[in-house]
């Protein structure tokens, strides 16, 4: 286990997802999934609340579904639940994974010296928008300790110096193994190494500054200046060993125009960005996305 960070980041939780159920079922595609799972919670005593469901081929192709539910009792009723759904989903190949809506996800965020998205998630996790509990923020400067410190969050300064990462990611390794249900990376400047992934093993956000494939790499609002673009943009998407090259959860772009400096453009970047990052974070915590290969659904 790592180490145990306290603090105040937590959620206070609405009495809508008290004894609720989020359920993910994914697979090949065919007749009968829909009436199975239905009839599942309705003989486990499970109100529907809310059923999305996505095909990409109905003949032959990929099944999604993610399903909410309300059982009084959730909790207790778990361990029923999830053997009925392994014997019910497993004879239609499919898999699944059932959430209790009233556990938070620990988010723990990771940053540089850019404070723009780090100071969005805490302001909306303060706000209550975003259902997460984020028992700590690390970064490899310590210029937002202060801000941080002030949403009663726990800041962990881990500095990371020249081409060798290992001590710097041994330390993050430390704090955050066994702690955190994700990561998000609020424009943390640093490349992370497929080692770290390994060995972390829970989902890891990022944002980009620009508008994936375009502008990839150091200095994108300059290069957007030089091509006179018209539109800038923001991509959030998961992390993976191939650099920027994850699934994407979400975009969105901005206009700009011909008249703007290329700091013009890195200010009205900061603002979809800080759109984008959130709300992929608040789909993820409330396991809206359901990874397929090199893309998403997102319900």
């Not at 009495?15 to 003989?43: E, K, M, N």
Request: with cysteine; aromatic share 8%; glycine share 8%.
């Amino acid at each position: 286990m790592g180490a145990q960070p306290r603090g105040r980041g937590v959620v206070t939780l609405a009495a809508s997802v008290l004894d609720t159920g989020c359920l993910i079922v994914h697979g090949p595609d065919r007749p009968g999934i829909v009436a199975a799972v239905t009839a599942l919670i309705a003989r486990h005593e499970g109100n529907i609340v809310s059923l999305d469901q996505y095909s990409d081929d109905a003949d032959g192709g990929a099944f999604f579904q993610r399903v909410v539910f309300h059982r009084p009792d959730f909790a207790a009723a778990i361990p029923e639940l999830e053997a009925d759904l392994d014997a019910t989903l497993g004879a239609f190949g499919l898999e699944w994974r059932l959430t209790d809506q009233s556990t938070p996800k620990r988010m723990a965020v990771l940053a540089s010296r850019s404070d723009h998205c780090l100071l969005e998630l805490l302001w909306r996790h303060r706000r209550g928008e975003l259902p997460v509990a984020i028992p700590m923020v690390i970064s490899n400067h310590s210029t937002t300790a202060e801000s941080v410190r002030s949403f009663g969050i726990p800041f962990f300064h881990v500095p990371s110096h020249g081409p060798d990462k290992t001590e710097a990611e041994t330390a993050l390794l430390r704090l955050l193994v066994g702690n955190v249900d994700f990561v998000v990376l609020a424009r943390y400047m640093q490349i992370l190494s497929d080692d770290f992934l390994e060995r972390l093993g829970v989902p890891i956000i990022n944002i980009h500054h620009s508008f994936l494939p375009a502008f990839i790499g150091a200095a994108p609002y300059r290069k957007a200046k030089e091509r006179g673009v018209k539109l800038i943009g923001a991509t959030s998407h998961y992390v993976t060993p191939e650099l920027d090259e994850g699934p994407i959860i979400e975009q969105d772009v901005a206009r700009v125009t011909h008249a703007m400096t290329a700091a013009d453009l890195q200010a009205r970047g900061a603002y979809v960005e800080r759109e984008v990052l959130s709300r992929a974070v608040q789909w993820h915590a409330e396991d809206r996305v359901i990874r397929h290969g090199n893309h998403t659904i997102v319900f």
